[in-house]
């Protein structure tokens, strides 16, 4: 008769099976697999009492996971029930069953909605400074959620390979067919899943589109290749467009820490456990440097200077070409050239500090190059 050891390590390598087909992206192989190692992990688990509590309390967690991984959101929260209702089970077993249990809420309630969501979720985590378990500043969060929707649907928009859209919202054949929903995650630091949903309405784009829509893979390459690559070539193989790839960087560095508040955001995908970015105060260095080098310079020969100010965005108005940072008490700078900005980079960043880059002429106008949230 197999006993503990038996069925947990047939449970550990069909589980190592199943990670190896979530990294090919042979899905439900993947689930196929990963219900087989939550079955043997199971057996095992039966095969346990409360005389070993912390192995008891280990394997019921891993094999409420694994039921998870396999999509078996049923089986997976009797079990979790199950051994919550055992007393030996304590610490941060029974916090991981708590958890998990809310994972699993949130997957079967997405189940049960109209519609369908696409594969995959990026799972966003923000961390330190004044953000506290499963709580932060609500300005922040809604800050970086704004952010973050835009990118989603700025992805779809260089999939579908629209130009670049600098003033307004996406348009109703992107709003109609894709919906960035957020999705309780269990409270770690402060997180949440950002989940496409698709509507009914998906005759309106074409098959090639739809396969174009991959949007939380896509998302996280533009991330991960963005935030790391430092030299611009595997930027520039990813994203060839200059507007979308600028853009994109702009927007990921509206994300990154800048002061006190948090330390900083990291991104994961469910369905890529290889795949782990963060972006903190490191990273902001990386991206200024690359999006510095498609800023115009100022031209030494006819007299033009660069300079730059730190101040609170007051106001700006891309229609007429201008923005205004109050750089002192009752004393403004105006700038002109602003009409190429994507609103959605600088609009978040309305009444608050900010480090403005421009060029100053001959005759002392100010020609916009630059804005970004002071560090």
Request: negative net charge; aromatic residues 6%.
């Amino acid at each position: 008769m197999a006993d503990w050891l038996t069925h947990h390590r047939q449970s550990e390598a069909l589980a190592a099976r199943a990670h190896e087909h979530v990294r090919f992206g042979e899905q439900a192989t993947a689930e196929a697999v990963f219900r087989q190692a939550a079955e043997a992990e199971e057996a095992a688990l039966a095969l346990l009492d409360g005389s070993k509590p912390r192995t008891l309390g280990i394997t019921a967690v891993s094999a409420v996971a694994l039921y998870y991984k396999a999509r078996c959101f049923e089986r997976s929260m009797a079990l979790a029930y199950q051994y919550l209702a055992v007393p030996e089970i304590v610490g941060s077993a029974r916090a991981q069953l708590d958890d998990l249990l809310l994972t699993l809420y949130a997957e079967r309630d997405k189940a049960r909605m109209q519609g369908h969501f696409l594969p995959g979720s990026v799972t966003v985590s923000v961390k330190g400074g004044e953000v506290l378990r499963g709580a932060a500043p609500l300005d922040l969060v809604v800050e970086k959620v704004k952010t973050l929707q835009s990118m989603f649907y700025r992805v779809v928009e260089w999939q579908w390979k629209k130009p670049l859209r600098r003033h307004g919202g996406p348009t109703k054949d992107i709003t109609g067919t894709f919906q960035p929903w957020l999705v309780q995650e269990p409270a770690g630091s402060f997180q949440f899943s950002v989940a496409v949903k698709v509507s009914g309405q998906e005759d309106w784009v074409t098959p090639a589109q739809m396969d174009a829509a991959d949007i939380a893979k896509k998302f996280l390459d533009v991330v991960i290749t963005l935030s790391t690559d430092t030299d611009g070539d595997a930027s520039r193989a990813l994203i060839p467009e200059d507007d979308y790839r600028g853009t994109f960087r702009k927007l990921l560095r509206n994300l990154t820490p800048t002061g006190g508040e948090f330390e900083s955001l990291v991104i994961k995908s469910k369905d890529r456990e290889d795949v782990d970015v963060a972006l903190d105060q490191s990273t902001r260095p990386k991206l200024d440097q690359a999006i510095r080098s498609q800023l115009p310079v100022a031209d030494a020969a006819a007299g033009e200077t660069p300079t730059e100010f730190l101040g609170v965005l007051r106001a700006l108005d891309l229609d007429k070409d201008w923005l205004k940072v109050e750089v002192a008490k009752g004393q403004q700078v105006e700038v002109k050239g602003v009409a190429q900005t994507v609103d959605d980079v600088i609009g978040p960043m309305v009444n608050k500090k900010v480090l403005l880059t421009a060029i100053r002429s001959k005759s002392g106008a100010l020609r916009y190059v630059d804005i970004q949230l002071a560090p």
